[in-house]
Every structure is written in C-alpha cells, then in structure tokens.
C-alpha cells in the first residue's frame, strides 16, 4: 500500500490518528469563529432570524404544510398508476 493519498500527500496510519490526544487533531482550524457584538446578538434576536424571533404560526409551518405536501405527492402517486394502466393495459 502507499504513503501518500491520490495527490501526493503524506497520508496518516490509523495508528497515528488513534494516538492522537485532545487538541492534537490535524487540520482542525478552531479559529474560524468570533465573538458577537452585544448589536449584532440583539439585531439577530430581534428580527433578522426568522425562526428565533417566532412571527410564525408553527402549527402551519411544521404540520399542515407537510400534511399538505404529503397528500398532493400521493395523489401524483395515484395519477401516475392510472396513467400507467390506461397506457400499457392490453
């Protein structure tokens, strides 16, 4: 087996990734984060999420509009064996 991977690569032994302890894994950029402004938390709490500031009516959002999605694709469903059995009935 080789070394290295498909572009040349060093590639790890899975002894090598096992040995590794906490804070020690490659390629793990934790710096990608920052901290938000005490504005930018209360524009996000206040308006700018759609979810976190709950204008919405979740029983339409999260049963009917599903229910809804649900019986239309069903009755495609339906509307496909019929056409199928109109077609290729002898």
Avoid: C
Wanted: charged content about 20%; overall charge negative.
């Amino acid at each position: 087996m080789s070394k290295s991977d498909s572009w040349g690569r060093p590639k790890p032994s899975v002894y090598e990734l096992t040995s590794l302890t906490q804070g020690q894994l490659p390629l793990v950029n934790i710096e990608i984060s920052k901290e938000a402004t005490p504005e930018e938390v209360h524009k996000w709490q206040n308006g700018e999420d759609f979810f976190m500031t709950g204008d919405f009516d979740v029983m339409k959002m999260f049963v009917v509009i599903p229910a809804v999605i649900q019986i239309v694709v069903f009755g495609m469903m339906l509307a496909v064996m019929l056409m199928n059995h109109v077609i290729y009935s002898i």
